[in-house]
């Protein structure tokens, strides 16, 4: 089977590594395209029983001015083209305002969400339940990640959790 994932989160928490991660060596295609209001995709992982397509969702980080309000929209009305939401957060983090705009503009779409607790290299898991139980309440995730990007924890548990969404 294959699928598009988009991949979404304020600067910073780890989105490229993330990707970097998964691509690695099996990188089929990486587009550098300049970014627009639309989606691109910026790679693809084909594993023997599926095709992952990642795709970036720019201009949800922050609305502040009217252009980034339009591509907040753009961003949002293009969601519904993913199979699968990653929202990426920084793990044992407070909550930003820009987490809580971009969580806002989540709910305007049905597609499976993942939250995705990134940087659990740095934390005790321990650290992660408040702010598991934090996000539950602000939006029903269909599944919450703790990874690591950088070290790779986690991220064969994502992949196969992404597989089942497919
Ligand atoms: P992006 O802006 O969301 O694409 O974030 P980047 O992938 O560029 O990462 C931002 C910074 O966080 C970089 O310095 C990364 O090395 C670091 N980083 C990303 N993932 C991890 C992680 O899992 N653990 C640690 N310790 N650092 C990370
Ligand atoms: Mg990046």
Known sequence: KSGFIGIIGRPNVGKSTLLNGILGEKLAIITSKPQTTRNRIVGIFNREDAQFIFVDTPGIHSARTPLNRLMVR?????????????????????????????????????????????????????????????????HPFAEMIPISALTGDGIPLLLDELWKYL
């Open 74 to 138: 753009t961003a949002r009305e293009t969601f519904t083209d993913s199979d699968v939401l990653l929202l990426v957060v920084e793990g044992g983090q407070e909550t930003t305002p820009d987490d809580l705009l971009i969580i806002e503009s989540l709910k305007a779409t049905s597609v499976p969400k993942f939250l995705i607790l990134n940087k659990i290299d740095l934390i005790r898991r321990e650290q992660l339940l408040p702010q598991m139980d934090a996000y539950r309440n602000l």
